[in-house]
T-cell receptor
């Protein structure tokens, strides 16, 4: 099946640092999405990207939909302690089937 | 709160028992999805509905699993004759239509003893 390779698996950073994570796939997706999940809760949508090359920001978060439609990255600037959590990329296929990466676990040290 | 609601939040049961979970989507959303998530992994697609019609099922959805959305509003996911491997978080999501972002509930965590 279509697999999303998300990296890095985990990151340990100091408060105030910038963070970058990415997702790649061998398949083409119609839409890329980024979610954040806290322990015991469901994923919360951060950013949705609909067009190849699209660059979208949401506060300190910026994400881009790769030109080839096979990759996406998420940047977090000036990290704060509440950014801690697991970040998932997700790609939406033609049939509305959404595939997730394995997640990037972010730890922010105050 | 007008988000996706799931009930119960936690379910502990013995192997071999049947369990049923409920999902109430965001009211104006016509699409509803079920996912399963195991520790350290992203959610895996199980099935989705457009209104009351179940349009797709993953091969992960064995014949012990059944999902319904009888009136196109809330949905139920039933697992019959539960097995140890069914232990997971079961997530529900809804969206307004094709290619629209999916919004998730907080899930039902199932533990099989």
């Amino acid at each position: 099946g279509q697999q999303l390779n998300q990296s890095p698996q985990s990151m340990f950073i100091q408060e105030g640092e910038d963070v970058s994570m990415n997702c790649t796939s061998s398949s083409i997706f119609n839409t890329w999405l980024w979610y954040k999940q806290d322990p015991g809760e469901g994923p919360v949508l951060l950013i949705a990207l609909y067009k190849a090359g699209e660059l979208t920001s949401n506060g300190r978060l910026t994400a881009q939909f790769g030109i080839t439609r096979k990759d996406s990255f998420l940047n977090i600037s000036a990290s704060i302690p509440s950014d801690v959590g697991i970040y998932f990329c997700a790609g939406l296929l033609n049939n509305n089937d959404m595939r997730f990466g394995a997640g990037t676990r972010l730890t922010v040290k105050p | 709160d007008t988000g996706v609601s799931q009930d119960p939040r936690h379910k502990i049961t013995k192997r071999g028992q049947n369990v049923t979970f409920r999902c109430d989507p965001i009211s104006e959303h016509n699409r509803l999805y079920w996912y399963r998530q195991t520790l350290g992994q992203g959610p895996e697609f199980l099935t989705y509905f457009q209104n009351e019609a179940q349009l797709e099922k993953s091969r992960l959805l064995s014949d012990r699993f059944s999902a319904e959305r009888p009136k196109g509003s809330f949905s139920t996911l039933e697992i019959q004759r539960t097995e140890q491997g069914d232990s997971a978080m079961y997530l529900c999501a809804s969206s307004q239509g094709f290619n629209q972002p999916q919004h998730f509930g907080d899930g039902t965590r199932l533990s099989i003893l």
